[in-house]
């Protein structure tokens, strides 16, 4: 089946390590994106990518770091210098190159705690 | 892009419309209205959008005022699957960005 998968579901780390987290879409979708969710509130935006080996800093990039050299893939790592890691990280993706429009489709998002 | 402005909460009746409303009174021209919502837990999930028009798909529809100043999304028949948190975005049709800005959306509870 088509989707964007986000893996693992949760996952937990010890302060101060870095942490990759995994984003997959079989959709051949050109646009990826990350976002953060603190509970209670909405997403924000933290990387996006309009074509592969291009990457924009969204509006909390600071303490995150991404990669695109597939077009299916795009993981987020998460730095230790990221004051406040524990979220609710998700992945989106879109079709369309820069200046279309789309809907974009969310994965099933990974839940960090940081210990 | 444009700030909206949502209800934090609305309670509906299972099998009754449920009409979300949105205020984007400072949209411009270029800008289109999106709806998205989230499950609890899940990554949120597109359900339509529109420029002027009103627009209808198979999950909801989509009624702009004249305006544009706000708009309103109906759940025709609304089911206890449908609660979850919706969210009102405005965003331009441009060549450089193409980012949705969530704010805090519109807690639907719907009861038996």
């Known amino acids: 089946d088509g989707g964007i998968t986000q893996s693992p579901k949760y996952l937990f780390r010890k302060e101060g390590q870095n942490v990759t987290l995994s984003c997959e879409q079989n959709l051949n979708h050109d646009a990826m994106y990350w976002y953060r969710q603190d509970p209670g509130q909405g997403l924000r935006l933290i990387y996006y990518s309009q074509i592969v080996n291009d990457f924009q800093k969204g509006d909390i990039a600071e303490g995150y770091s991404v990669s695109r050299e597939k077009k299916e893939s795009f993981p987020l790592t998460v730095t230790s210098a990221q004051k406040n890691p524990t979220a609710f990280y998700l992945c989106?993706?879109?079709?369309?190159?820069?200046?279309?429009?789309?809907?974009?489709?969310f994965g099933p998002g990974t839940r960090l705690t940081v210990l | 892009d444009a700030k909206t402005t949502q209800p934090p909460s609305m309670d509906c009746a299972e099998g009754r419309a449920a009409n979300l409303p949105c205020n984007h009174s400072t949209i411009s021209g270029n800008e289109y209205v999106y709806w998205y919502r989230q499950i609890h837990s899940q990554g949120p999930q597109y359900i339509i959008h529109?420029?002027?028009n009103n627009e209808t798909n198979e999950m909801a529809s989509l009624i702009i005022t004249e305006d544009r100043k706000s708009s309103t999304l109906i759940l025709p028949h609304a089911t206890l699957r449908d609660t979850a948190v919706y969210y009102c975005?405005?965003?331009?049709?441009?060549?450089?960005?193409?980012?949705?800005?969530f704010g805090t959306g519109t807690r639907l509870q719907v009861t038996l």
């Open positions: 975005i405005v965003r331009a049709f441009t060549g450089t960005a193409s980012k949705l800005t």
């Open positions: 989106a993706s879109r079709m369309g190159a820069s200046g279309s429009l789309g809907e974009q489709f």
């Open positions: 529109g420029l002027k």
